[in-house]
């Protein structure tokens, strides 16, 4: 006992004597492991802030042996790096303040800071293969279309790596690209994006086709909003059923696509589950009301659906294994109330857990913490990914091809 | 990801390993050693190594089961060696209570005539030295520098002392009858008996108008506390002062506590054409401009704007003073720094409070309370920084024996004289 005491407090002496010898990622280390190891309540096994320290600490003292007192930022990154890998639950990150300054774009109803020509592609050994052109982009304006090969960028043969340069350097540059073997060759200027990530709805032969990227929302615009109204103009068209297409969708807030997904449901609600336990917070949806209750706090409303809608027609939702935390939970909630049936692949696997960006960090960035764990009202967890009713996995060969095979399996659910 | 609606209260309570205080403890040491950015100097991480021990003594007996409020003093202790007025622990009652604040409405639960009274050296009298807009003794005519004499009749000398003196003046207001005061005012030492009766009142505080007998326009601002109501009625108490015509204006921001900076920048385009601050975080991630120009209200944070059109502004562009005291924190000095830097108006009394260049920010501990810490640093337009105290252009030291004794408020001759006006109280 007096051996261990005599030890706590030697350790302590030398944490006084310490921080005057304490290296930028030594400090940028303590910071991260704090937020981490403090808040963490997710799927994963993590340790207490002081343990994740004790575990990690080596590996950051092997990196910063040469450099001591002037290690940089950079190697903690590496080790934080390390930890979040570790800890591999597809919400945990590192985020740069560029990417938080996106997500509020997209809250603003706008798409990203930087120029781009509007794109989402997914690279092969061909080339780039397009799934999703923006319309009112450069590329969409360009011709390019959902299921083309990008074959060459600025007379290269075409990578994510190459778009990536050509965009930030924001000059013209050519883009060679085929469709069904047709090959075209267009001049393009990175711009930047205004409302080109809302939410697009179109009808074909009766059918609704939403088109969901993200579930962002700020003062100014609400995702939700957009989907109640393109329930009602899809209803009032005379649609016969809807496919609500959340493949490759972005993240946002959980609070929209709860209140997003009310526009079949007409109400529904999550329980927050901290680590500190105490107080839950409980959110529910009723009326195109979204309302907050903090555990022995009163209920009170936080926002709401300015023309709240509940549509009847039958839905089927589209989802792939980018489909990640907010979409993967528009979906589940629309699955869970028997709402709609699912298509496609097992999603990312971040569907039970939530969290908010930490810090500011000591190098400016952020780490989003999984510190939330998702619960339904009756208090059972979430499952942490989507399974879908259908599965039918995403088929680039086909897609190049011109066929959209996972929709077109949606389409025959609802004829 | 979790929306963060800023009204809502966050985490309580810890079933973790370590004990309760020990979690506590290290969220709040947390906080001030990563996110302080006020003017204290000290090595904050061995500011906290320092109270770990501390903290260590006395949970010695509990271990794990060390509760919140052991550590609790310990963190304020802590926070106390800073010696910054805008870093404090906020309770989970204090945080309820300056929430209600903010939203204008904060029910004094018990009868109250709503003034604050001091003791006068040599004398068992009381000197009124602020007065709750919309109470009884504002409605009733009872004003700073006001002093007491007697009670229903009793005159306060017959006290054995200042604390029977005062709480003869509470248990009067308490039995909900009328309550005759008797005081004497102004340096004529005019003596007026007013009679008022003690309610439940609303404290939150409100900027208010006088408009004095040679028109001279006294405008008020006790703080900037209430979300939507304080710089709307600045604007609005502006227009009444020109409507009569007014002939000068003195700014009161004697005892200004501060508060919101949406209602002080509104406020001060009242008197600037285009108010202005910039905060800035410790590591400079965040960036936010809140600027006043052309009736519109724009919050640009790191180079995203929100815009709000602010209806019926008015201009204050008639002769003004500013008057400042060691009581003037905050908020109150960000404006008077403001007005004096764009040389509308002179500046007197003594140096304030010394936080008019940063702001608070309050993030939420697990026991339900708060640490309120400097968190961002301000800066004008041209980006340079607020100072930390509004420096008087005029030094005046308030005289409370000059007050009570000869009626005669020191500062506020000297606004009047700096506006050329004769004051009338000589």
Redesign the interface.
């Known amino acids: 006992m007096t051996l261990r005491h005599a030890l706590v407090s030697s350790v302590l002496v030398l944490g006084m004597v310490s921080p005057a010898l304490a290296s930028p990622a030594q400090d940028l280390f303590d910071q991260a492991t704090f937020l981490i190891g403090f808040y963490y309540n997710g799927p994963a096994k993590v340790a207490n802030f002081r343990e994740l320290r004790r575990q990690y600490q080596p590996q950051l003292d092997q990196l910063c042996a040469s450099e001591r007192d002037r290690c940089g930022f950079d190697k903690a990154k590496q080790v934080i790096g390390r930890i979040v890998q570790d800890i591999a639950d597809p919400f945990t990150v590192l985020m740069t303040r560029d990417q938080l300054i996106d997500d509020q774009r997209y809250g603003a109803g706008l798409g990203p800071a930087a120029p781009r020509i509007g794109v989402w592609v997914r690279q092969t050994p061909r080339g780039l293969v397009v799934s999703e052109a923006f319309p009112g982009e450069p590329a969409f304006e360009a011709g390019l279309r959902r299921g083309d090969l990008i074959t060459q960028i600025g007379g290269q043969p075409a990578n994510l790596a190459g778009l990536t340069a050509a965009e930030t350097a924001r000059n013209a540059f050519s883009l060679s690209f085929s469709r069904q073997g047709n090959a075209r060759t267009q001049n393009l200027t990175p711009r930047v994006a205004q409302a080109t990530m809302q939410p697009r709805l179109e009808i074909n032969n009766n059918i609704a086709y939403l088109r969901i990227y993200h579930l962002y929302s700020s003062n100014e615009y609400s995702t939700a909003e957009r989907i109640h109204d393109a329930a009602r103009r899809a209803e009032q068209a005379g649609a016969r059923g809807m496919v609500i297409d959340l493949r490759d969708s972005l993240t946002g807030y959980d609070s929209e696509a709860l209140l997003g997904a009310t526009a079949f449901t007409g109400k529904g609600g999550f329980i927050y589950d901290r680590r500190f336990q105490g107080q839950d917070e409980t959110h529910t949806v009723e009326s195109g009301k979204l309302f907050v209750q903090a555990e022995g706090g009163d209920k009170e409303e936080q926002s709401a659906v300015e023309r709240p809608y509940l549509a009847r027609i039958p839905v089927v939702v589209l989802v792939n294994r980018n489909t990640i935390n907010s979409a993967e939970m528009l979906a589940y909630f629309l699955q869970a109330a028997g709402r709609a049936k699912v298509v496609g692949e097992a999603t990312a696997g971040a569907l039970g857990m939530s969290g908010s960006a930490e810090g500011p960090l000591l190098n400016g960035e952020f780490i989003a913490v999984s510190s939330l764990r998702m619960r339904n009202l009756d208090g059972s967890p979430f499952p942490l990914k989507i399974t879908p009713d259908v599965v039918v996995e995403d088929n680039l060969e086909a897609l190049v091809a011109g066929r959209d095979v996972a929709l077109e399996r949606a389409l025959e659910m609802l004829r | 990801?979790?929306?963060?609606?800023a009204?809502?209260?966050l985490?309580?309570?810890?079933?973790?390993?370590?004990s309760p205080a020990q979690?506590l403890f290290?969220?709040a040491s947390?906080y001030v050693e990563?996110y302080y950015n006020g003017p204290a100097t000290q090595?904050l991480?061995?500011l906290t190594?320092?109270y770990?021990?501390e903290l260590?003594r006395t949970c010695a007996p509990q271990k794990d089961t060390c509760s919140y409020d052991q550590a609790v003093p310990i963190i304020q202790r802590m926070i106390g060696e800073l010696d910054d007025n805008h870093t404090y622990y906020l309770s989970p009652e204090a945080l309820r209570g300056s929430r209600e604040s903010r939203q204008g409405n904060a029910p004094s639960r018990t009868l109250r005539i709503g003034v604050t009274h001091l003791p006068i050296p040599g004398s068992r009298d009381r000197l009124v030295v602020d007065v709750v807009e919309g109470g009884p003794a504002d409605e009733a005519g009872l004003a700073y520098g006001d002093r007491i004499v007697a009670i229903n009749g009793r005159p306060l000398s017959e006290q054995s002392d200042d604390n029977q003196a005062a709480q003869f003046l509470v248990q009067a207001v308490q039995t909900g009858r009328p309550v005759v005061l008797t005081i004497l005012r102004g340096p004529q030492r005019q003596r007026l008996e007013i009679t008022l009766t003690g309610r439940e009142i609303n404290l939150a505080r409100f900027p208010s108008l006088r408009i004095r007998p040679d028109g001279v326009a006294v405008l008020k601002i006790p703080d900037f506390d209430a979300q939507g109501q304080v710089g709307r009625r600045v604007h609005e108490l502006v227009r009444e002062a020109q409507q009569k015509n007014a002939r000068a204006m003195i700014l009161e921001l004697r005892g200004n506590s501060g508060g919101l900076l949406n209602e002080m920048i509104y406020s001060a385009a009242a008197f600037l054409d285009e108010p202005f601050v910039a905060l800035v975080?410790?590591?400079?991630?965040?960036r936010t401009e809140f600027r006043i120009r052309d009736g519109r209200f724009t919050v640009t944070?790191?180079?995203?704007s929100?815009n709000a059109n602010l209806p019926n502004l008015t201009r204050w562009r008639g002769p003004l003073v500013v008057l400042i005291d060691e009581n003037t924190a905050s908020g109150g000095e960000y404006l008077a720094s403001a007005i004096q830097k764009a040389k509308l108006a002179p500046l007197v009394g003594v140096a304030t409070l010394g936080i008019g260049n940063t702001t608070t920010r309050p993030l939420n501990l697990?026991n339900?309370g708060a640490l309120s810490i400097s968190y961002n640093r301000a800066f004008f337009a041209d980006n340079t920084p607020y100072p930390a105290k509004a420096n008087p252009d005029f030094v005046v030291r308030n005289s409370l024996e000059q007050l009570a004794n000869n009626g005669r408020d020191l500062p506020l001759e000297k606004a009047l004289e700096a506006l050329g006006i004769r004051s009338a109280s000589r």
Do not use: P
Request: net charge negative.
């Open positions: 990801m979790r929306k963060l609606f009204t809502l209260a985490v309580l309570g810890s079933l973790s390993l370590a979690d290290d969220q947390f990563f090595n991480k061995e190594t320092r770990q021990t260590d975080d410790r590591y400079q991630t965040e944070r790191n180079g995203q929100e697990i339900g």
